[in-house]
């Protein structure tokens, strides 16, 4: 079963930076990461910082209309490409104002036929 079966929204993409901490265990360390992925559901990016599985960390995302949305994700895949890492993450605690907004986005991109 491919990747785009097993999850539950279908991603966009998003030219984005966003600074995420991890808070689990009280480590403040600031990492900047390029989202090339993103849905009401998660993400994906890429990170020069290996990250932990299954850790959680608190992050501010800058989308498209120059909001943050405020969100915790819980990283679910890691794979090493080169010299970078590529993540996948689900989104925890996503407002539903928040999720609504990615919809939109969602929608408008289908109405363009950029999808």
């Not at 360390?29 to 299954?54: A, P, Y």
């Not at 608190?58 to 794979?79: A, C, D, F, G, N």
């Not at 919809?103 to 363009?112: F, L, N, R």
């Amino acid at each position: 079963m491919g990747v785009e079966k097993l999850r539950k929204c279908r991603r966009m993409d998003l030219n984005s930076k966003l600074v995420v901490k991890r808070i689990d265990d009280g480590e403040n360390e600031m990492v900047t990461i390029n989202i090339f992925d993103i849905s009401k559901s998660g993400m994906g990016f890429h990170c020069t910082k290996e990250l932990e599985m299954d850790s959680v960390y608190e992050s501010h995302i800058m989308i498209w209309t120059r909001e943050v949305i405020h969100v915790l994700l819980r990283i679910v895949r890691v794979e090493k490409k080169e010299e970078r890492y590529e993540y996948g993450a689900i989104f925890m605690g996503l407002s539903e104002v928040d999720a609504f907004r990615i919809e939109v986005w969602d929608a408008m991109e289908q109405a363009s036929g950029e999808c």
